[in-house]
């Protein structure tokens, strides 16, 4: 399952990469400094969806269900979904 301070993780490190900083992101994503600064260190407890999804969108990401699965994916399967998702990426 997908947790709040896995998502956090990963939204820090798409920033760090985009080479965006956090008052940057924050006004992009039209979210306060404090709000996106609380989620990145894990002091956040709940953060609504409008919240996220805008932050997500600011950084070019977006949510995505899928059926949950008894079993963990296999690493070929981790990399064919990767090479999926590059390959419908429309930026590049």
Do not use: F
């Not at 996220?52 to 899928?66: F, H, P, V």
Request: proline share 2%; aromatic share 2%; glycine share 6%.
């Amino acid at each position: 399952m997908l947790t709040l301070s896995s998502i956090a993780e990963q939204i820090a490190a798409k920033r760090k990469a985009l080479g965006l900083t956090q008052p940057a992101l924050a006004k992009k994503a039209r979210v306060g400094l404090s709000t996106l600064d609380a989620l990145e260190n894990g002091r956040l407890g709940e953060l609504g969806y409008s919240k996220i999804t805008n932050i997500l969108s600011a950084l070019g990401l977006e949510l995505k269900l899928q059926e949950t699965s008894a079993r963990r994916p296999t690493l070929d399967e981790l990399m064919e979904e990767e090479q999926n998702d590059k390959s419908m990426d429309r930026r590049s």
